[in-house]
């Protein structure tokens, strides 16, 4: 009895859904494509650069523009620096990403750099073919072997998430990295104009002439200063006299450090003027020496 209510109950549904089932899919596939129209028209409104499009699928391009700048945080680990010069999401400033290092990777993550996913002069994305992109995402293979004392795979890159993506998706990032100018990541790179200065022979509690270090920035990022300071064994024997170098030094400017020595003893007297800043090669220790008599 129960049973037989059952089996008419399911054939009613199955009759029911088999007659309502073309309504219901053509109103959801409808639905699909205009979300996918969506997120294609909403991928070109938000890709922070001019998209070449010759010879590329442009529902592609969109629809990877829409992942990649909207789904998938690429631009958070694979710009440097990811936002514009005042436009900081994260310090209360109206959002724009970095169009001049888009891409170009560089993020420094401890042992781990992000690469650069612009196209190359080969015009492919990383220099890589899709078979190979869609190998890395898939397996997490770094096919350039850069750290294998850390074993074959790419660290830190959230290929484990990656791999679930459908191969249409795949191929719809891979069109816009396509689709994007080559970018190289911004580095900012403190030299010094030497590593050492050395005064000349000075009797106790005699003052020198000032000591000068030239700091140049010859990367393309500004360097902004934590600290510079004077530290080590003689650091009373040597003293700051003027430094123009402020909280930061513009790409390409040079900022000075003047200095003189004072020796409280005598003998050979040595101290490090110490740079420390937000440059990869932070800190910069420069060595000051004199002798005292
Ligand atoms: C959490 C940070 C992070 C995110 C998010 C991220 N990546 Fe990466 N990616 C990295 C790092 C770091 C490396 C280099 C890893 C290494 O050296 O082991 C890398 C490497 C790669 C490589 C290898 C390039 C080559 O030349 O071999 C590709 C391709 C890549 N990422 C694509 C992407 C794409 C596409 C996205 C977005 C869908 C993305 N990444 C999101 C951090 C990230």
Not at 24 to 49: H, K, L, M, W, Y
Not at 151 to 175: F, N, R, S
Not at 256 to 284: E, M, W, Y
């Amino acid at each position: 009895m129960r049973l037989g209510w059952i089996s008419a109950a399911a054939t009613i549904l199955a009759g029911s859904m088999l007659i309502a089932s073309p309504a219901v899919n053509s109103s959801a596939e409808n639905q699909t494509q205009s979300e996918d129209d969506n997120r294609i028209s909403r991928g070109f409104e938000i890709a922070p650069v001019p998209l070449n499009l010759n010879g590329k699928d442009r529902k592609l391009v969109g629809l990877g523009s829409y992942l990649v700048n909207a789904a998938s945080g690429c631009t958070d680990c694979h710009t440097n620096p990811n936002y514009a010069p005042g436009h900081n999401p994260f310090m209360g400033q109206p959002k724009q990403i970095n169009p001049k290092y888009y891409l170009g990777g560089g993020v420094h993550f401890g042992p781990f750099i992000s690469r650069n996913l612009t196209p190359e002069d080969n015009d492919l994305p990383a220099g890589r073919t899709y078979d190979q992109f869609a190998q890395q995402m898939h397996t997490g293979i770094d096919l350039d072997h850069k750290h294998p004392q850390f074993g074959p795979l790419l660290q830190v890159m959230p290929w484990p998430l990656y791999q679930d993506m459908t191969d249409h998706d795949l191929k719809a990032i891979y069109e816009y990295l396509r689709a994007i100018p080559h970018a190289e990541a911004g580095v900012s790179k403190l030299q010094p104009s030497s590593t050492t200065w050395t005064f000349s022979a000075h009797p106790i509690g005699e003052m020198s002439g000032p000591g000068v270090i030239y700091l140049s920035e010859n990367g393309n990022l500004p360097v902004n200063f934590t600290s510079i300071a004077i530290t080590g064994l003689s650091a009373n024997d040597f003293k700051i006299t003027s430094n123009t170098c402020g909280a930061v030094v513009q790409p390409f400017k040079t900022c000075q450090v003047s200095f003189f020595f004072k020796p409280t003893n005598i003998g050979l007297r040595q101290a490090q003027l110490v740079v420390s800043s937000d440059d990869p090669n932070s800190p910069l220790s420069i060595t000051l020496a004199g002798v005292g008599n």
